[in-house]
């Protein structure tokens, strides 16, 4: 579905990514994970457009995507939810939601869909429907998080890209989180690229996934593969961790 | 370093050159103004290029320096040269003063604060008529003198004014090339890591305002003495903008290149009569395009324009 | 010694550090890990004077420097380096390092003006300072490029050499081997045990556990704005509660 | 607005407080043209000044030579200006990718000279008034005596003010604009075009602009250079209000506007623009977010 070949990108002068090819397939949860700085969240907004690339080139379906606007690659059915949320805080969790059908209202689509769905997130996030009328920035962290997801997916999203949905988050809120990503894969059969600092339970919930090592890829397989790679795993508690997993 | 030195000496032969060939002409009292702007460019271009702070009130520094040397002079009979430092010590101070709220601000906020300060003066120039004359201006200023030898034909004002202008070059060529210098660039380009680097950035950037206030001030007075006549119209929000133009054509942060820009916005005008009215629009459209196409100045954008048509020494990589 | 007591930061209704003590030992190197979000920049931003805490505070050798801003902070020898490097882009890497020698100077606006003859012995000794340490942290031969136009790596390394031009008692260092290829992470490894051999402590935010296992002495584990744990790289290994945190128990 | 005979001092004051509503409400529409492209870019847009001047100065030259009815010529006008609005930022914003605050203030000064330049040129250096909307008969109201340009003022102010509220409230693309303001990345990752909103909010403060130096025509006459005072007085209205695109900025615009005129009535006429400048610098200094804004939570 999609297809990154030899993508390289810059931030001023830092190689951000080097010769990253990656690609996933309809359907399918694929998580990269890896130290920080090491390009995770470069390659969603490569994707995205926010970050212009270089070289290489990213293909949806076939067709070469790499050189348009971040609207138009919106347009084309590819969400994401930012890193830290972002969402709007000034606005209502509605108004939030609303904006996340933007194009879709210049498109002229009815408000009648639109509502339809709006009512779709409520009900995946019953939390957010008791708020709906509050300011984003009164919400929780997670609550948050929901608001950034469920506003993403107001795109009606063909693949979601998903930039640390767990971060700062407290681990009931988090399996809740997780929860609701496998649904959507489950349900509406939506593509989801995962960046995760939270590794394993990132692997647990993903086909497959890539390991990101400043801007390469080092490494790349199934789920299960990696979750038993001693690579990976030294990558996240340093070298001597072997023992304690061998426990 | 040492190639400062010889474009410094060039340059003095050129100023002392200069009315060989040009004396008696109408383009000397040309060069006086081409003089005061340089100092008034250079001293703005200290906090603009040097530190990254935007005046827009410079203009009223100028007036402040011209107006209270020129009233302490024609209206108390306080010696010329004396009022000259007076004036400027105590326009210094003021700007030392007012600095440390308004240098707290940012961006177009400071934009806007300077702006403001300005247009406070240029009120006051226009509205304390016991003292300024109001808009019909003050006249009456007397020269300044060196025993019985008055400072008072263009000649004798072009080499009065330039060497001050070469004076201020000097110090500010030193300056930049220093511990202080270096301290205003790194405030320019980066002020958390100046702080962290132990720069105490508010003081040194209020300091700086005064010293381009102090400046600004002998510039202003110099002015009134070589005249002998000043009105609030050479002293407004226009001015300041004109100002800014100056160091923005040259180039910020270069020293020369505020010479550069005053001499050829000074010059500009002049070659330009025959379409008086269309100065301003000339203005707007070089502050503009120089922002959009140029935005190191002429003498950083000159160089590299002949490096892109002139392909000689093509770089690797 | 720098003992830093119960520092809490609150950010509207957002706690980002609550209640953090611990201490960093004279001549050790300390590394503060956590996942993202834990608050360790915040905690960085607050030691280094950039932040306001909200409550607690900082005691560098029994003297309270809680809320001082970086510049007298710098005074009192401590400094720091910033995650996406902070140079001065548009001066020469000499002239950066310059700058790191600002407090080991002092002529004045007159002085430099009039190139005072005391002024000049100052800027020659700034100048020979400022080259040392260009050597010292082996790029020396970058001296007369433009700072904004060094790669990365070479770019973290001018801003350690500006920091230690202060000759500081502590320096911080937020994620330096962010962004470092793993042969510029060995050498970054290796300058800092010998910034630490001159006597200087050190501080790092890491995410490179590989470099935190490998260099520091003592290791502060933050989660959600609190400590979690602290002690040796090896019993910080072998805490099942970060274990948890970092992996997740998902 | 001398008055032949002496009022006494509760009708002066009342004077006062009338006309200076009736000016702020220009510096209230001039402000939000501020704000607006302010929230929308990070700029502050120097040449707003001058779409309030060519406001009345097309509106006058519609009326003279194309001798259009008084109506159509206002709405000529507002056309117009919004049209050299959309050129301004199409022809020297757009442009600039990532330029510093610095270039930023010089640019737009740099447009605002060049299109009073030209204004100059084209239609000379005279001042002209625009008529009355609706005949220039006092009215008489608790003591003082109005104009009903005065209430043609404040009236269109208000109305403005009303749809300007409701389009950010209520409306999709107004919605868009403020969270493109809180955060143009996250908006540009839900397709909202950042570039779409910057024309927009040129296009919208022009048109406001043009308004308020088309309404103020009547009253203050008209020509080339209004546009400065007029601007400034605005931006001051601005940063009084926190730069807020809507109460804030309207109180501002009303206070100025009002502690002006009782400056300019009590104390001296010719310190008028000074007091709105004293006023821009206190608030500056002791509150720079502005009287009405809270002060910002950090952001973590």
Sequence with gaps: MLKLRNIHTYYGQVHALKSISLHLSAGEIVTLIGANGAGKTTILNSISAVTPVRGGEIALSGAPIHELTPERIVGLGISQVPEGRQVFKPLSVEDN?????????????????????????????????????????????????????????????????????????????????????????????????????????????????????????????????????????RAYLGREKKEIWER | MNRDLVKFVVLAVIAVVAPLALSGSYLMSVLVFVGIHAMLAIALNLLLGFAGQISLGHAGFFGLGAY???????????????????????????????????????????????????????????????????????????PLKIGSFAFDGDIKNYGLIWAFTMGTVLLSLNLANSRIGRALCAIHDSEVAARVMGVNVRLLKVQIFALSAFISSIAGSLYAHTMGFVSPTSFGFNFSVELVTMVVVGGLGTVYGSLIGAAILTLLPELLRAFQDYDIVIYGLVLILMTMFMPGGLVRGIPALFARLLPTRRQEG | MLEILGITQRFGGLTALDDVSFIIGKGDITGVIGPNGAGKTTLFNIISGIYRQTSGRIVLDGRDVSGLPPERLARFGMVRTFQNIELFGQMTVLDNVKVGLHTKSRSGILACSFKMPWHLVEERRIAASARQWLEFCG???????????????????????????????????????????????????????????????????????????????????????????????????ENPAVVAAYLGEG | MDNAYPMNIVDQLTQYLFSGLASGAIYALIGLGFAIIYNATGIINFAQGEFVMLGGMFSFFLLQSAKAPLALAIIGAILLTTLLGLLFERLAIRPLKSASPLSLVIITIGGSILIRGLAMLVWGKDTHALPSFSGSDPIELAGASLLPQHLWIVAITVVVIAVSKLFFSYTISGKAMRACSYNSRAASLIGIGVRRMVLLSFVISSAMGSMAGIIIAPLTMTSYDVGIMLGLKGFC????????????????????????????????????????????????????????????????
């Design chain 1, 97 to 233: 939601l609303e904006l996340g059908a933007y194009l879709r209202y210049r498109a002229g689509e009815g408000k009648v869909a639109i509502h339809r769905d709006l009512d779709e997130i409520y009900a995946i996030f019953p939390r957010l429907k008791e708020r709906r009328k509050q300011m984003a920035g009164t919400l929780s962290g997670g609550e948050q998080q929901m608001l950034a997801i469920g506003r993403a997916l107001m795109v009606r999203p063909k693949l979601l890209l998903l930039d640390e949905p767990s971060m700062g988050l407290a681990p009931l809120v988090v399996q809740e989180i997780f929860a609701v990503i496998q649904q959507l894969r489950s349900e509406k059969g939506t593509t989801i690229l995962l960046v995760e600092q939270n590794a394993k339970a990132a692997l647990k919930m993903a086909d497959r996934g890539y390991v990101l090592e400043t801007g390469k890829v080092i490494l790349e397989g199934s789920a299960a593969e990696l979750l038993e790679n001693k690579e990976v795993q």
């Design chain 2, 68 to 142: 209270a040397s020129g009233i302490l002079s024609a209206t108390y009979g306080v010696n010329p040269w004396l009022a000259m430092v007076i004036t400027a010590l105590s326009v210094a101070l003021l700007a030392f003063i007012v600095g440390f709220p308004v240098l707290k601000l940012k961006g177009h906020y400071l934009a806007m604060a300077t702006l403001g300060l300005g247009i406070i003066f240029y009120i006051v120039f226009n509205e304390a008529v016991d003292l300024t004359g109001g808009p019909s201006g003050f006249s009456g200023i007397p």
């Design chain 4, 237 to 300: 209205a601005a940063i009084i209000g926190g730069m807020s695109s809507g109460f804030g900025t309207v109180m501002g615009g009303v206070i100025l506007g009002v502690l002006e005129s009782l400056g300019a009535g009590l104390i001296s006429s010719g310190y008028k623009d000074a007091i709105a400048f004293v006023i821009l610098l206190l608030i500056l200094f002791i509150r720079p977010q502005g009287l009405f804004k809270r002060a910002e939570t950090e952001r973590v």
């Design chain 3, 139 to 237: 790029i020396s031969e970058l001296a007369d490029q433009s700072a904004g136009s060094l790669p990365f790596g070479k770019g973290r390394l001018l801003e350690i050499a500006r920091a230690l031009a202060l000759e500081p008692t502590i320096i911080f260092m937020d994620e330096p081997a962010a962004g470092l290829n793993s042969r510029e992470t060995l050498d970054l490894a290796r300058l800092i045990r010998r910034i630490r051999a001159s006597g200087i402590s050190v501080v790092l935010v890491e995410h490179d556990m590989e470099l935190v296992m490998d260099v520091c002495d003592r290791i502060l584990v933050l989660n959600l704005g609190q400590k979690l744990a602290e002690g040796t790289p090896r019993e910080i290994q």
